[in-house]
């Protein structure tokens, strides 16, 4: 499991440090999910071209739902991944669901509305919030499901705001096309080195539906008031620090990422942590 954790402390730093204030013995589980995760969301980052990334997502897909294909022994993630799903019972076809909802990450398609951003963060973020939630748990909540949903889709919103840059510079855009059109903005013109008033009118709109979820989140997680739980959602502590900074923001927001230093992100996940778990 030590291989799981230090790649997600390599690539996702926030998260690795969330799963720091689980108990203990849930703790490599969880880092398995989140190092899965980790490496489905790398394949797009390691290939030039769409075939080699599917290549890549078929051989986890049939590493989850067992198909023959050699054995997974040399991989430690997808080993770590497969032990956690035996001993915790999880479902696999939440991940898999996951494997499938990356492909749309190998091509340059526009993401057609708001309503499919969402989807799409609910089969990618959420899921692994409520396969967490599974683990810290050992039961099957409604409400941690509505919790796991609301949360997934802040932070997905949020990432696709951070991640404008490199989006923008491999000419891919995941913000929708309705919240374009609402600011009479073309995918094409939006990849432009123009019109930024109108993509920092796109980016304030979109900080105002992560901002909806947040409040949802908080709503259910009130009704919920699992303590145990606590530490699969820490990460929703720091979103307001980017809400904040991406709205104040006062350059292009496809040229630089608003910076949030790591003690500042680190004391969120600190107040967040007594605040879940009162």
């Known amino acids: 499991m030590d291989h799981c954790a230090d790649l997600v402390r390599q690539y996702d730093r926030d998260r690795y440090l969330t799963a720091l204030f689980s108990p203990a013995k849930h703790r490599d589980a969880l880092m398995s999910l989140y190092a899965f995760d ?12 769409p075939m080699p ?7 986890w897909s049939d590493a989850i739902a067992n198909v023959e294909h050699g054995s997974i022994e040399g991989h430690p993630v997808a080993a770590a991944l497969l ?32 309503t499919d951003l969402e989807g799409y963060s609910g089969e990618t973020v959420s899921a692994v919030l409520q396969l967490s939630a599974l683990v810290l748990s050992g039961t099957k909540d409604p409400k941690s499901a509505d919790m796991s949903g ?12 951070l991640h404008l840059p490199k989006h923008s510079a491999k000419k891919q855009l995941f913000l929708p096309l309705d919240v374009l059109q609402r600011h009479g903005l073309t995918p094409e013109e939006f990849l432009l080195d123009e019109e930024y008033d109108r993509v920092a009118a796109v980016v304030r709109e979109m ?33 307001p620090l980017y809400l904040k900074a991406l709205e104040s923001q006062s350059s292009d927001p496809r040229q630089t990422i608003p910076a949030i230093a790591q ?12 605040r879940l778990t009162r």
């Open 207 to 239: 900080c105002e539906h992560i901002r909806h979820h947040l409040d949802r989140f908080e709503s259910a997680n009130t009704q919920t008031g699992n303590q145990e739980l606590a530490s699969a959602y820490l990460q929703i502590g720091i979103l």
């Open 83 to 114: 032990e956690t799903i035996k001993t915790y019972d999880l479902p696999a076809q939440p991940l898999l669901d996951l494997i499938e909802a990356r492909r749309f990450d190998l091509y340059n398609d526009p993401m057609p509305s708001l």
């Open 263 to 274: 003690w500042r992100r680190q004391w969120a996940l600190w107040k967040t942590a007594r």
């Open 53 to 59: 990334g599917e290549i890549r997502l078929q051989w």
């Open 150 to 161: 609301h949360a997934g889709v802040a932070l997905g919103l949020t990432a696709i705001l």
């Open 38 to 49: 980790v490496e489905i969301k790398r394949v797009s980052d390691l290939v030039s071209d």
